[in-house]
């Protein structure tokens, strides 16, 4: 047996990898040659789209199965690194292996370059990796699988193995594995910050509870009957947008510096927040951190500690614990734990009458269609197995993540902490063969362009994912941007300043894909109903206004000194008058007029 095939038999049978994601490579050959007789094995045309396929894979799959990324060394490996800081970013699991130079040709540390193609992986990657180890040597399974273990809170792990080791024959007695412990300790309830907590609970008149995406989804659907009973309103992050379906009782929304205009006016005016399985980052808090629930008692909850210690924004008490262990040990602490908040309740649902998803100040122009429109449409069509890939920036994305409306069961997937351009088609193609569930992609066209050529990858696998892009002309977030600071001086943001793309429907052909142009309100409902029927890929045209607005958003202003000021969450644009800052601000009122 080549150590090649025993390091991939072992994956497979002891970590539970089952796909492959790969682009081919001289420099991974052995490796290549035994994945194909073990894993599913997908071509992708850029190495890119393997690491993200297999991010949004192990993201998506409820079964367990994993998969993993198989790249060669030099150029396999720096097209790669992109999805590497997204799955690091959002502390996800993701195993790359990468193919290297035999062991002989392998460079001097004072030498640029020996082998064809070396370049130095583990350099490249290790500050974005939980661990990077080049295996120039035969290692038993156990030191592997502790490698992929090695961090209580996830991220990518990159192995590189030298095409020397890949194909020798392996050592005897390299194993027997010993058993690795690698538990994470639970929430004890007698732990003093838990009792703190309900004891805090108990005085608040304004609770609200915040579920990011360190809750898994196995435990949110397990507690799912609970939460609906807790008595507490509940909101969450981006990444815990699909813990929690916006059709179930006590949900707020979900508050973001882009987010729903009602749920960060509650959130601000909370008086106790518990926070659970989010690292309250800038894009939750707002720039202007500072002002962040300034009436509330902040209880953080992260397995990362430097997470709490940050300093922004400023919170009451940090509980460095998982975040599963921990949501499930307050949830059943509030089943005898008595407290009163109906007016808050009451309150809550008057907010959330008074602002709907589409803000009155939206403007679209005839003959294109609104984007918030679309998010409604879809909203209702969809289905609750359905899984929802938006990309992760610009207007597509925004717009999205804050006036979707999600179904309890449906399963949505973003990486918005690199925000990087191109990501949506890659990870919907991991989703949709991970869930094997009809899958959703929201891209805008300039993004998209970026990773086309996956779009062969969709087709030769027969993916059922409809690909719904909106059609602006470029990049609408960075015309936006040139027009709100620089006085409408546009440069490379569309096709009429120097940005080059494609007629879709041209594009749709060519990989023989089916191709639908949606340009008007009117033909929402029906095209949509019949698209989303349909088994095959399908590409969708949105023609979008390249001039359309995306209200409410947090404003921010160039001081003279050159440096950005923010407004706070609660402050989100179009202003409100003063008549609605007295009936749905009354907490704040007081610092605002």
């Known amino acids: 047996m080549k150590y090649a095939e025993y390091l991939l038999e072992k994956l497979f049978k002891e970590e539970n990898y089952t796909h492959c994601y790969f682009v081919a490579g001289g420099n991974t050959m052995h490796l290549l040659d035994a994945a194909r007789k073990i894993f599913k094995c997908v071509p992708v045309v850029n190495e890119v789209a393997a690491g993200i396929a297999a991010e949004y894979f192990n993201e998506s799959n409820k079964g367990g199965q994993k998969a993993f990324a198989l790249v060669t060394a030099g150029p396999g490996l720096t097209n790669i690194v992109t999805a590497i800081a997204g799955a690091f970013l959002e502390s996800r699991a993701l195993l790359v292996i990468g193919g290297q130079v035999k062991t002989s040709d392998l460079k001097t540390a004072e030498m640029r370059q020996r082998g064809i ?4 992986g583990c350099a490249i990657v290790q500050p974005i990796t939980v ?17 992929l273990n090695s961090s209580k809170r996830p991220g990518p792990v990159f192995l590189e193995i030298p095409l020397d080791v890949q194909g020798s024959t392996v050592e005897p007695k390299l194993e027997p594995q010993q058993e690795l412990s690698m538990s994470i300790e639970g929430l004890a309830e007698e732990d003093n910050s838990l009792s703190q907590l309900l004891h805090d609970l108990k005085l608040s008149e304004r609770p609200i509870l915040l579920i990011g995406g360190g809750v898994s989804r196995g435990l949110a659907k397990k507690l799912n009957k609970d939460l609906q009973g807790c008595g507490l309103p509940i909101m969450t992050t981006w990444n815990g947008m699909d813990r929690y379906g916006s059709d179930l009782p006590n949900y707020w929304g979900r508050p973001n510096t882009w987010g729903q205009r009602s749920a960060n006016i509650l959130l601000q005016q909370s008086d106790l927040i518990i926070a659970v399985g989010t690292r309250l980052g800038l894009q939750q808090t707002g720039f202007a951190w500072e002002q962040f629930a300034p009436l509330a008692d902040i209880y953080q909850i992260d397995i990362d500690s430097v997470e709490l210690e940050k300093g922004h924004p400023k919170i009451k008490v940090g509980i460095q614990q998982d975040a599963d262990k921990f949501l499930e040990s307050l949830l059943m602490q509030l089943q005898d734990c008595e407290f009163t908040i109906d007016s808050w309740l009451s309150f809550g649902e008057k907010v959330q009458k008074a602002f709907p998803l589409n803000d009155v100040g939206n403007v679209t122009t005839t003959g294109f269609i609104s984007p918030f429109e679309l998010m409604d449409e879809l909203s209702n069509q969809l289905a609750s197995t359905d899984v929802i890939i938006p990309c992760s920036s610009g207007g597509a994305f925004t717009v999205t993540m804050q006036a979707f409306s999600p179904k309890y069961g449906q399963t949505i997937i973003t990486n918005k902490g690199l925000a990087s351009m191109g990501y949506g088609l890659s990870g919907a193609i991991g989703a949709a063969e991970s869930a094997k569930s009809r899958t959703i992609l ?3 066209d300039g993004g998209f362009a970026q990773n086309l050529q996956e779009l062969g990858t969709v087709a030769a696998q027969g993916l059922n994912i409809k690909i719904f892009i909106f059609s602006n002309s470029g990049y609408a977030s960075i015309r936006m941007t040139q027009k709100n ?23 749709a052909a060519a990989y023989g894909l089916k191709f639908l142009s949606l340009n008007c309100s009117e033909t929402l409902k029906g095209d949509i109903g019949q698209i989303l029927e349909d088994e095959e890929p399908c590409f969708i045209e949105v023609k979008i206004d390249p001039d359309q607005t995306y209200f409410p958003k947090i404003s921010s202003r160039i001081l003279p000194n050159g440096t950005m000021a923010s407004n706070p969450l609660h402050l989100m644009s179009p202003d ?6 007295k009936e749905f601000l009354p907490y704040l009122a007081s610092t605002i007029l």
């Open 117 to 120: 193609q070396e370049i130095d």
């Open 131 to 147: 661990l990077s180890r080049l295996i120039d040597a035969q290692v038993p399974f156990s030191t592997i699988a502790e490698f």
């Open 442 to 444: 929201i891209e805008g």
């Open 485 to 507: 600071y620089f006085a409408g001086a546009y440069l490379g943001c569309d096709i009429e300043t120097g940005l080059g793309l494609p007629e879709w429907k041209h594009i």
């Open 576 to 581: 409100l008058s003063e008549d609605e800052i």
